[in-house]
């Protein structure tokens, strides 16, 4: 491999952004690139970016984009079409990541038949641990997948989720068409249904730490039943369209 290129999406993440790369600093390989892929910001967001820029190695190439349109999927696709590492990390920017992040794609990644990985997500707080959410986001990257796509969870199908830090080979990504920018939400399951066509999907035995904002703000029985309801009905074939209602943004 040539370096795994690491790919944030941000749209007013200035409360978590610095924490984030701060972190990626410790990288132990360190990443090949960190490219910022921002959707407009009006906080001080971009600022945060430009300044600790200037404090990673020189072996790391930083690259910001202002993206044209907000949306996830957008973004993170302007963001990866620019890298030039042969591994993409899509890593949101309230999610914290183990210093061996690179030595783990790498492992992955080379294991035959072996074409995305994604993490087990532990979501946390200032003050809190969602250990039941977090339980059942686990759980849901295997049931899902059997219950609506039995034969392709047997061929290696995987759903995984933003907040598990996905990570893919950058040329079976562009093969496959990339994220579906029409899709609001759930532009990574959807993806994964496209990648096990060239090989199977890993979830790694190692945490990644997202932040628990959203539960924080629904509260834990909330958060779940919107979880399951959302992927049921996307399961199903429900627009993800009119499933955005359901899912608001919060920062």
Same mark, same amino acid.
Request: with cysteine.
């Given at each position: 491999?040539?370096?795994?290129? #690491?790919? #944030?999406?941000?749209?007013?993440? !200035? ?6 790369? /701060? ?19 009006? $906080? ?9 820029? @200037? ?5 790391? @190439?930083?690259?910001? #984009? ?6 996830? !999927? =957008? ?6 079409? %620019? ?19 690179? !030595? ?15 993490? =087990? ?9 969602? &250990? ?10 295997? +049931? ?13 199908? /995987?759903?995984? *989720?933003?907040?598990?830090?996905? *990570?893919? @080979? /950058? ?7 990339? *994220? ?8 990574? !399951?959807?993806?994964?249904? /496209? ?5 199977? =999907? ?6 990644? @730490?997202?932040? $628990?904002?959203?539960?924080?703000? &629904?509260?834990? &029985?909330? %958060?779940?039943?919107?979880?399951? +309801? #959302?992927?049921?009905?996307?399961? =199903?074939?429900?627009?993800?369209? +009119? ?9």
């Amino acid at each position: 491999m040539t370096g795994v290129s #690491i790919v #944030i999406p941000t749209l007013n993440e !200035a409360s978590c952004l610095e924490r984030t790369l /701060r972190h990626l600093m410790l990288l132990n390989p360190s990443a090949a690139e960190i490219i910022i892929a921002d959707g407009n910001s009006q $906080d001080e967001t971009v600022a945060i970016a430009h300044r600790l820029f @200037q404090e990673f190695s020189p072996t790391t @190439q930083t690259v910001l #984009i202002q993206s044209e349109a907000q949306g996830r !999927a =957008i973004q993170m696709n302007r963001g990866a079409r %620019a890298a030039t590492g042969d591994a993409l990390c899509f890593l949101h920017a309230d999610t914290l990541v183990p210093d061996d992040l690179v !030595a783990i794609i790498h492992n992955t990644l080379a294991t035959p038949k072996v074409v995305c990985g994604g993490f =087990i997500s532990l979501m946390a707080g200032a003050t809190v641990t969602r &250990w039941g959410v977090s339980f059942h986001n686990f759980l849901k990257t295997y +049931y899902a997948p059997l219950l609506f796509h039995p034969v392709l969870f047997f061929k290696g199908l /995987r759903l995984l *989720f933003g907040d598990q830090v996905m *990570f893919c @080979q /950058r040329d079976v990504f562009l093969e496959c068409g990339c *994220f579906n920018e029409a899709l609001p939400i759930m532009e990574e !399951a959807d993806l994964c249904l /496209r990648l096990v066509r060239y090989g199977k =999907i890993r979830q790694v035995n190692r945490i990644v @730490q997202s932040s $628990d904002r959203r539960v924080a703000k &629904w509260g834990t &029985w909330k %958060a779940t039943a919107i979880y399951i +309801y #959302i992927g049921f009905l996307w399961g =199903i074939g429900v627009s993800a369209t +009119y499933l955005k209602q359901f899912y608001d943004d919060i920062r």
